[in-house]
């Protein structure tokens, strides 16, 4: 059975990761735009770096909870039959065990040079330099899709979509487009749907099931 798991925000949020809108529209205090845009990038860089820079360095005290385990052990199970697409850019699903991860939204531990367009591994502030010759700090951005930009790996996602049997969305609002669409592409080629959220959101009557409460308690009660 072909299944894809597009995880949000929400499934990192009983790992002590701040969800993008829960905090009432404000991300860390910052207006969205002003932090997650190219343009916000152009104004002021330096900003964006530390927004970006504060988040990775959280990364080291937050552990991946039970439903990021419960996903890794459904991979044990099915293998290649199932793929994890991620909006979130912490590593919780790799270092609970996953493999087959799409990170539609880029990585916190990911840097991209502007200069040559190189990506990088990347573990420290963005104001060191990257190790390509001749480009300098100031040509380093967060490796991640800001509002305006395509997001990764979309044909590998929608290829995935159309042979899902099963499709689940695990804590996301379903507010940002392309993933929120992700449930109509499924359900039209004929995939059966589930929601898993603390609450129901925009997209909840499109699903064929939709089961409200915390991912770390209902993800392990769907996988086992
Ligand atoms: C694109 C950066 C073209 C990385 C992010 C008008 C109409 C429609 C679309 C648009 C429009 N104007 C502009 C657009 C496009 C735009 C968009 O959708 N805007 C919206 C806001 C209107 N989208 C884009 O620009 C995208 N690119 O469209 O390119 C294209 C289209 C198709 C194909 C190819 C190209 C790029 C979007 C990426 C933006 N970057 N982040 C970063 O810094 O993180 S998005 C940002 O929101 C987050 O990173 C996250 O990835 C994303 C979604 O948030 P969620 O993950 O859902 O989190 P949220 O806080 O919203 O919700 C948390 C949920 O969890 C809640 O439901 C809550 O109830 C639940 N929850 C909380 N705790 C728990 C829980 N559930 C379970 N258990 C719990 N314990």
Known sequence: MNVVVLTGAGISAESGVPT??????LWEG???MEVASPEGFRHNP??????????????????????????????????????????????????AGSRN??????ELR?????ACGERFPWER????????????SASLRPDVVWFGEMPYRMDEALYALQQADLFVAVGTSAQVQPAAAFVHWAAEQGARTMEINLASTLSSDDFDESRQGPAG????RWVD
Request: hydrophobic letters at 40%.
């Open 20 to 25: 993008f809108r829960d905090s009432d529209g």
């Open 30 to 32: 910052h207006d969205v």
């Open 46 to 95: 330096s900003l964006v770096q530390r927004f970006y820079d504060l988040r990775r360095a959280h990364l080291a005290k937050v552990r991946p909870n039970a439903a990021h385990q419960a996903l890794a052990r459904l991979e044990r199970s099915l293998g290649d039959d199932l793929l994890v697409i991620t909006q979130n850019v912490d590593d919780l699903h790799e270092r």
């Open 101 to 106: 991860v799409l990170h539609m939204h880029g």
């Open 110 to 114: 990911s840097a991209l040079c502007l």
């Open 125 to 136: 502030d963005l104001a060191h330099a990257p190790p390509c010759p001749g480009c300098t």
């Open 217 to 220: 308690e209902l993800v392990p």
